[in-house]
């Protein structure tokens, strides 16, 4: 017979389910839809809309020093062109990255690596994408030790499996997702095909795919049944990323964390 009682246990697995399937938010570059991208006003503000971690772009200046920017120049985001890679943390910290989202962000500067960390709440993650090649893992490697920051709140994110490869050989305890966009021809076949993707997660090794959120539907059933994790990025709006979470993604990256993980 159904009574209260069965009422009340029903509900409470329905709950439970349901939490558990919760992805996770991860701030895209911060909240960047409201704060300057790769900023720290971007990463606190990120805390403070509930993000459940954050997503930053790195590169290596010419110093090698780690920084968080995601563009090979400057010039987008500060109107003076300086090549990372053949500038000193100095140089590039002299740039004023904030101005162009508003007055409040005037003088924001690009923050390094340790900067970034020193954000991240305990019990909160950061997916650190690799920009450049893999010249930067031995000094990553040194700036995650010195934060301080437990394994299971590092992950590293990129779209070259070699670097993927590399970084997991090197530091197996964290987590390591590639990333990948995929493409589809007139006759609609994709590329990468999921066959590749799966061999490329396989040989290097990596814990799972992060995948542009235009993924194919059959792709990402496919990758979970093999029994890699499934992420998602850019995801703004509120119907796709109840879409993602009904087939199973365990992170959705967003520009609008606040929006997002109210909506789920
Ligand atoms: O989270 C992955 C995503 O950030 C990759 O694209 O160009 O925004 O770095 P992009
Ligand atoms: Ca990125």
Redesign the pocket.
């Known amino acids: 017979m159904f009574t209260l009682r069965t009422a009340l246990i029903a509900s409470f697995f329905a709950c439970t389910l349901s939490l558990a399937a919760k992805p996770l938010i ?1 701030a ?2 911060g909240a960047s839809q409201d704060a300057p991208e790769n900023t720290l006003p971007a990463f606190q503000l990120a805390w403070e809309q509930g993000a459940d971690a954050i ?1 930053g ?1 790195f590169l290596l200046t010419k110093d090698n020093r780690i920084v968080c920017i ?1 563009d090979k120049s400057t010039e987008r985001l500060a109107g003076r062109k300086l090549m990372v890679k053949d500038s000193t943390l100095a140089q590039l910290q002299e740039l004023d990255v904030g101005i162009k989202k508003g007055e409040k962000f005037k003088g924001t500067k690009i923050p390094t690596i340790a900067e970034v960390f020193a954000t991240i709440p305990e019990g909160k993650k950061i ?1 650190i ?1 690799i ?1 450049c090649g893999k010249e930067i893992i031995p000094s990553l490697l040194k700036a995650i030790q010195a934060s301080g920051l437990k394994d299971e709140q590092v992950i590293m ?1 990129c ?1 070259q499996p070699e670097v993927v490869r590399v970084f997991k050989a090197k530091a197996p305890r964290y987590k390591v997702y590639l ?1 990948s966009s995929f493409k589809r021809s007139e006759e609609g076949v994709w590329t990468p095909s999921i066959e590749a993707v799966l061999q490329t997660l396989k040989t290097t090794k990596a814990d799972g795919l ?1 995948s ?1 959120h235009g993924i194919p539907e059959e792709m990402a059933r496919r990758i979970l049944k093999e029994g890699f994790e499934w ?1 998602v ?2 995801v703004n709006d509120r119907e796709t990323a109840k879409r993602l979470k009904q087939l199973g993604v365990q992170s959705i ?1 967003t520009d609008a964390p606040g929006k997002i993980k109210k909506a789920l």
């Open positions: 991860v895209h570059r997503e772009d995601h997916f994408e920009k994110i779209f990333l992060d542009h992420h990025w850019t990256t």
